[in-house]
């Protein structure tokens, strides 16, 4: 069964647009010079509108992971049980994504381990992040 495809809103395209271009691009305030994500129509920090996609260089580190054992996304339940890790970008501590961390057994996801970002395709017209242990 194929994974969910995400649907894109207005404010999220240009985020798809680029995962399908192999590019990780994150919520940028040009104001105060804040990354956030997931995008927001104005700046977490300083309230700013003036915001702009900055790419990334799709290096992190596992912050936290757990394990997915009965989930409710109907189209993830032949993947179960599997990580789900909490990911924090080099570029700010404070943007986090999430990740079943490819290829990584169950409840083997070593929090602290260097990650890197790749894109999967879910469908023939969108990919996503994921991320893979580096090395």
């Known amino acids: 069964m194929p994974k969910p495809i995400p649907v894109p809103d207005e404010l999220s395209k240009p985020f798809w647009d680029a995962a399908n271009e192999g590019r990780l691009v994150i919520h940028h305030c040009k104001d105060c010079d804040t990354l956030q994500h997931p995008p927001r129509p104005r700046c977490r920090d300083c309230g700013s509108e003036n915001l702009e996609w900055k790419e990334v260089s799709g290096k992190g580190r596992i912050s936290t992971c757990m394990v997915i054992d009965d989930g409710r996304i ?48 879910v469908s023939p017209t969108q990919k996503v992040p994921e991320w893979r242990l580096v090395g």
Do not use: C, K, W
């Open 74 to 121: 109907g189209r993830m339940h032949p993947d179960q049980p599997f990580n789900l890790a909490t990911i924090i970008l080099d570029e700010d501590p404070r943007v986090n994504m999430y990740s079943n961390i490819p290829g990584v057994p169950v409840r083997q996801a070593p929090e602290g381990a260097a990650v890197e970002v790749f894109f999967e395709e």
